[in-house]
């Protein structure tokens, strides 16, 4: 069993930059493959970026290349979500999860994802 605590979020202005963390529990974190997504009001969770258990490999959704970063520190059993250049439309509650399935990659897709955290809300205003 996993548990993700995360943290991090807030309010911030269109163009600003927040962190978002996510503290795994457990020993074998670092065999894990990580993402995150993300579910705005009235639309369906969706893949924002993932990162395989060597962090060798990074995945992102099109519409975050270039302004977003995942990363992971394994010593601490934490990976990170930075976050630039942030728009109105980013306005969702995010969520880390955990793969304990893949080794070399990581899954873009929510059903791949067998832990979740608990969610935390970024507000981007205009």
């Known amino acids: 069993q996993v548990q993700l605590v995360q943290s991090g979020g807030g309010l911030v202005q269109a163009g600003g930059s927040l962190r978002l963390s996510c503290a795994a529990s457990?020993?074998?974190?670092?065999?894990?493959?990580m993402g995150w997504f993300r579910q705005a009001p009235g639309k369906e969770r969706e893949f924002v970026a993932a990162i395989s258990w060597t962090g060798r490999n990074t995945y992102y959704a099109d519409s975050v290349k270039g302004r977003f970063t995942i990363s992971r520190d394994n010593a601490k059993n934490t990976v990170y979500l930075q976050m630039n250049s942030l728009k109105p439309e980013e306005t969702a509650v995010y969520y880390c999860a955990a793969d304990p399935t893949r080794t070399i990659t990581a899954a873009t897709t929510l059903d791949d994802y067998h832990y979740w955290g608990q969610g935390t809300q970024v507000t981007v205003s205009s």
């Open positions: 457990g020993r074998t974190f670092s065999t894990y493959a």
